[in-house]
């Protein structure tokens, strides 16, 4: 019996113990153990980076898309040792900074930026951005904050607030196993001054896949060591003493340009260079853009001379907008290279929009209103424009022509085409649609707005002259007044009458 008894409780406690195993695991995947703050990530801020960087960072202008287009972007370094991997983008232009991964593994991102180049701990332009997994919108959660040393390095504090992340664009997305985060951040924000010649400090470390607001950051106080990165209008490889340097004719292109570039070479030895070959080529999307020019002819780099090559090439008409790169490769007699690249963006040549004066309008007598259309050209020396108005408020009477010429005098400048209508009393209060189009060179623009209607309010006139008010006039009748009694004693009298009283009253 105590042996049956034995085996019975084995038995039963087996039981139990599968059961609450089973629970547990059930328990356990419909509610996960909450996330710790990157506990199995360790980044070292105190050392700098150990990967081959290439500091000399190209101005593009990339698409913030989640997508890396071949050529969109220049390799900033790659990390090949840790828990995770990948590649690190950086570019620029006028407006953004772009700073780019992609991670072998789901991955989030801390970018490190010292706008000023001078140090993490000085100044006021230290930016922390945390790039974290995606919310329900598919955008990917951020965080950022400013360290502020501009006191004393001793005593740094972080500012949470300080920075506006609504200003950054961003973008998120899975490729297998891949995560590819691009964000671009406006200049500036946090003091970030984005010209040819400057150099920050940034440095990009991979974060498990969590919600950016999970990052904890260092204390204020700890240093960050970054990797230099220069902003640069081209960027060469050269043989030691020889000096290279290729610009082009304009870094804002439109299709239908001629661009123009130099290569000059400086050597700075004594050796006479002779020199093979000359390339001039674009790459990856460049490649059709460009016209390839493959010269043999070419005279020596004297010793302690410089030499200037010349290129030029015409665009395509119907090229899209974005970045490319022009490519130029010497090659000397003895197999030394100088490689070179510089890029540019081609830009839309016209950029339009239409407004209404004044805003809003009030209809009273005689009401004019003007219709703007303000047209900004990117195109080199100027340009011409036609601009047709293609939708008015009916009843509206429009002064002159509905279609018009206008002229751009230059580059990067913009003009007005005015239209001045008028307005019918009997307009009422609301909102007008206006709308015209914009046509160069067979591209036509659309641009329009709605026109605010208010109807204008009218106070009574004051009086000129005083008004005389009639007093009201006395009645004729004479009201019964009521007896008067009183009581004495407990026997009740009628006392007297009083004398009527007057009622005529004079007339004014």
């Not at 180049?117 to 922390?128: F, I, K, T």
């Not at 970030?192 to 920050?200: D, E, I, K, S, Y």
């Not at 047209?375 to 047709?388: I, L, Q």
Request: hydrophobic share 40%; aromatic share 6%; charged share 20%.
């Amino acid at each position: 019996m105590i042996a049956l008894n034995n085996r019975f409780l084995t038995q039963l406690v087996a039981t139990f113990v599968s059961s609450v195993a089973i629970t547990s695991a059930a328990f356990a995947q419909d509610n996960p153990p909450p996330i710790t703050p990157f506990a199995p990530i360790k980044i070292n801020f105190r050392e700098r980076p150990k990967v081959a960087s290439d500091a000399m960072r190209l101005r593009r202008t990339p698409k913030i898309d989640g997508v890396l287009s071949e050529g969109e972007w220049d390799v900033f370094y790659t990390v090949t040792e840790g828990v995770l991997k990948g590649t690190v983008y950086c570019n620029w232009d006028d407006n953004f900074l772009y700073l780019a991964v992609k991670s072998q593994n789901p991955a989030g991102v801390v970018f490190d930026i010292d706008a000023g180049g001078d140090g993490w701990l000085r100044g006021a332009d230290n930016l922390e951005i945390v790039v974290g997994a995606a919310n329900e919108t598919g955008k990917p959660t951020l965080a950022a904050r400013l360290l502020d040393a501009a006191n004393t390095k001793e005593t740094p504090v972080w500012k949470e607030g300080a920075l506006d992340v609504s200003r950054i664009q961003s973008a998120i997305s899975n490729v297998g196993d891949s995560t590819i985060i691009e964000i671009a951040i406006p200049k500036d924000m946090g003091s970030l001054v984005l010209r040819t010649g400057a150099t920050l400090g940034i440095r990009a470390d991979f974060l498990p896949p969590t919600p950016a607001s999970v990052f904890i950051p260092t204390a204020a106080y700890e240093p960050h060591l970054l990797l230099d990165a220069k902003l640069a209008e081209s960027r060469a490889v050269a043989p030691a003493g020889v000096n290279p340097t290729l610009t082009i004719s304009d870094n804002k292109c439109v299709g239908g340009q001629t661009l123009f570039g130099t290569m000059e070479l400086l050597n700075q030895t004594d050796t006479n260079l002779p020199i093979k070959s000359i390339l001039w080529t674009g790459t990856g999307a460049s490649y059709d853009a460009l016209n390839t020019v493959r010269e043999v002819v070419v005279s020596d780099l004297g010793g302690r001379k410089s030499l200037k090559l010349k290129y030029k090439t015409p665009l395509p008409t119907n090229l899209p907008t974005g970045t490319y790169a022009l490519n130029c490769t010497v090659e000397f007699e003895d197999g030394k290279q100088v490689i070179s690249s510089a890029t540019f963006s081609i830009v839309e040549p016209l950029q339009v929009q239409m407004y209404g004066q004044p805003d809003p309008v009030a209809i009273v007598e005689k009401t004019r209103y003007t219709a703007v259309v303000d047209v900004y050209s990117a195109v080199p020396r100027g340009t011409g424009f036609d601009v047709e108005l293609t939708a008015i408020p009916v009843g509206w009477e429009l002064e002159g022509n509905k279609k018009r010429k206008g002229q751009v005098d230059r580059e990067d400048a913009k003009t007005g085409v005015r239209f001045v209508f008028r307005v019918p009393n009997t307009t009422l209060a609301g909102e007008y649609p206006i709308e015209a189009t914009v046509t160069r060179q067979s591209r036509t623009w659309k641009t329009g707005f709605r026109a605010k209607v208010v109807r204008a309010t009218t106070l009574p006139a004051l009086p000129t002259a005083p008004i005389l008010i009639k007093p009201p006039v006395a009645s004729t009748s004479t009201p019964e007044t009521p007896k008067r009694t009183e009581n004495a004693g407990g026997a009740t009298k009628t006392l007297p009458e009083p004398p009527p009283m007057k009622t005529d009253i004079p007339k004014p």
